[in-house]
Nanobody, 129 residues
Framework: VQLQASGGGLVQAGGSLTLSCAAS????????VGWFRQAPGKEREFVAA???????YYTDSVKGRFAISRDNAKNSVNLQMDSLKPEDTAVYYC????????????????????????WGQGTLVTVSS
């Protein structure tokens, strides 16, 4: 299983970026996929996740600004990021939970790094003020 994250870059505050996580070895519509981020000197933190049935979760700081979606044709999961702030600066990682068609209905499960079995290499997002 391989995950390839892309789409990072430098953007001004208030701008937008779309990250993409392309998967191989698993069909993303059958597995939960999450996005996490890690700022310099900080712990990796949960950003958003999408379940096999389409239910979505977001950390509070990005609600209303970020949107996670799935593209089954491309076998990828995207993270649309709008109204970006300098505090969104981080390396963003996508990750896949290897539980087939997970029916776990607990938000904390999808927000926990330990849930995920496979990780992409990360893509850097820098938001300038």
């Amino acid at each position: 299983v391989q995950l390839q994250a892309s789409g990072g870059g430098l953007v001004q505050a208030g701008g937008s970026l779309t990250l993409s996580c392309a998967a191989s070895g698993r069909q993303v519509f059958n597995y939960a996929v999450g996005w996490f981020r890690q700022a310099p000197g900080k712990e990796r933190e949960f950003v958003a996740a999408i379940r096999p049935g389409g239910k979505k979760y977001y950390t509070d700081s990005v609600k209303g600004r970020f949107a996670i979606s799935r593209d089954n044709a491309k076998n990828s999961v995207n993270l649309q990021m709008d109204s970006l702030k300098p505090e969104d600066t981080a390396v963003y990682y996508c990750a896949l939970d290897n539980l087939f068609r997970s029916s776990v209905d607990e938000p904390r499960y999808y927000g926990d790094r330990r849930t995920y079995d496979y990780w992409g290499q990360g893509t850097l997002v820098t938001v300038s003020s």
